[in-house]
């Protein structure tokens, strides 16, 4: 029987490398879950370039000191100079020149361009920071619930109950400024580092409920399985059951999750500090901004354009990207 040429020159590497049969089959055979994921994921036109956006974003935030120092500007210089006598800034566009990229504030005169980077970098730490806590904390108490049951699944899920049923705002505008007034009193300056970790602490009081109700059904689906009674038969403890049979079945709801919690705490830092709960006037901040541009809509409207285009963008690409990521994650997807 004849052999086509394709054929021809590949008998003729696996004759030449009795090992190339076996590696080419590994290929195909030997792909992980995860591996099967990444294909997925970088086959995906929309994760490609969402994902190389959150990147550049998070670059810039990273880089924000670095960009400072090249850019010549801080984000709390003012440039009063620049300013007419109603306190807008002279020239086109809200101030907008070769040394300032994207104009200057009505009012004090700093820089819009190295604020959003800033802001960028305030928004990126806040959000990630709060993820991070509120993922480990509903993976463990989800978890724990979950295979344990009993009084343990009961105390948790009454708490989980009683927190979802708070209102975040309400509770949020409410506990923020007592926490500030107990520690600075009434006429004490905040530090910037002092008001983003009560905002993180407050996103993770109230953010971890999802994840621990996501994980639990998941554990609850997994502890009756046959490898599960398997390992505890041969006598497995604790660690052993929680760390190596049941998280890693369920790590790809803990990462979709995780990737939409992110966009949903940087919404909601932007909006607690639009009403001024949170992050003082000095610490740059999307919502910040884009309220004390509302008083300069007509006159200034480049003073509002470039912060919420900032923060729509980020927020897209977040939602894009973890939207991508469940589907790469689900073996069932159709994409």
Known sequence: ?????????ALAEIESDPDASTTAARGVVGRS????????????????????LLVFFMVLGLAAPLIEMLYGVGPREQFQNLLDGNGMPLGYAGGVTGDHWFGLEPGLGRDI?????????????????AALITATIGVTLGTLAGYLG????????????????????????ALTP?????????????????????????????????????????????????????????GA??????????????????????????????????????????LSDETPSFGRMIYDSLDYLQTDPAYVFFPGVMIFALVFAFNLFGDALRDALDPKSSR
């Open 150 to 173: 009993g009084w343990l699944d009961a105390v948790v899920n009454w708490i989980t109950d009683l927190t979802l049923a708070m209102p975040f705002l309400i509770i949020a505008l």
């Open 113 to 129: 361009f190295v604020r959003l980077i800033y802001g960028l970098r305030t928004s990126l730490f806040i959000a990630l920071a």
């Open 237 to 278: 403890g604790l660690g052993h059951m929680l760390f190596r049979q049941l998280l890693p079945n369920i790590w790809a709801p803990i990462l979709v999750s995780f990737s939409l919690a992110v966009p949903q705490f940087i919404t909601s830092e932007a909006a607690l500090s639009f009403i001024g709960v949170g």
């Open 33 to 52: 879950p995860g591996q099967l994921a990444w294909l997925r994921l970088r086959g995906d036109r929309t994760a490609v370039v969402s994902g190389v």
């Open 178 to 234: 007592a926490i500030t007034l107990r520690f600075y009193g009434e006429r004490g300056q905040v530090s910037s580092a002092f008001g983003v970790g009560v905002l993180i602490a407050v996103f993770a009081i109230f953010g971890w409920t999802s994840t621990a109700r996501l994980v639990r059904g998941q554990v609850i689906a997994l502890r009756e399985r046959e490898f599960v009674e398997a390992a505890k038969a041969s």
């Open 1 to 9: 029987m004849s052999l086509s040429p394709v054929e021809g020159v």
